[in-house]
């Protein structure tokens, strides 16, 4: 299973926004992960659909768009419209989720969902075929640079046994106190797509952070 990196723009310097998208390819960056937060799925307000244009222009890196908003389908259209290639909503701001995934899908968009720490990955079992991504949060969404939630380990190991049992291909990505103490373990879990925000953009030289945790995820790691 290939390894992708995809760091989130939530901690990227938006007066200089170019250069560090600029740094995140140098680094060999494989998707653009950008956060929608509405200020009431949970505590904090960032972008909407004039960033993800903006971000289409600067890059043609896949924008991983995660929707941390309540009533998501709102904005699938605007979003699409705008470049997004994935969309992911939470299960848990979702009560029609199928119908909401095939919305996406129809749209162009990869369609992924999302699940708090609290919520079990079974509540995705129905909608398995429906989903191109399944994004186990391991922090509680609202904020970049939390800490890790260790119990997140095992459920991400139970996601991955669902999605085989399944016979499913879909992305299975980790998103939250990524960095490189706790890659691997998400990686031998199962996780084939990792979300860093604060990792890549606090580092000293941001491509080069990117190398290192894409090195992290090997067995010799
Ligand atoms: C958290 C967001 C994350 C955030 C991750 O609510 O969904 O994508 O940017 O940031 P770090 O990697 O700093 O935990
Ligand atoms: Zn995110």
């Not at 708090?116 to 186990?136: A, K, Q, W």
């Amino acid at each position: 299973m290939s390894v992708r990196i995809a760091p989130s723009v939530l901690s990227a310097d938006f007066g200089r926004l170019a250069d560090d998208v600029a740094r995140c390819e140098a680094g060999g960056a494989d998707w653009i992960h950008v956060d929608v937060m509405d200020g009431q799925f949970v505590p904090n307000l960032t972008f909407g659909a004039k960033v993800i244009d903006t971000l289409r222009r600067l890059t043609k890196l896949p924008l991983d768009v995660h929707l941390m908003v309540v009533e998501p389908e709102k904005y699938f259209d605007s979003f699409a419209g705008a470049g997004a290639n994935v969309l992911t909503i939470h299960q848990e701001a979702a009560p029609h989720l199928h119908r909401q995934l095939h919305r996406i899908r129809e749209l162009g968009c990869r369609a992924g969902a999302a699940i708090n720490p609290s919520t079990p990955v079974e509540s995705l079992r129905d909608v398995i075929v429906d989903l191109d991504l399944l994004l186990v949060m391991t922090v509680n969404p609202g904020f970049g640079g939390q800490k890790f939630i260790e119990g997140t380990v095992s459920k991400i190991a139970r996601a991955k046994q669902m999605l085989m049992a399944a016979g499913s291909s879909a992305t299975l990505e980790v998103d939250g106190g990524i960095a490189r103490d706790t890659i691997t373990r998400c990686w031998r879990a199962g996780a084939d797509t990792f979300v860093a925000g604060n990792a890549v953009f606090s580092a000293p030289d941001a491509a080069a952070e990117i190398r290192e945790l894409r090195a992290r995820c090997s067995e010799q790691a």
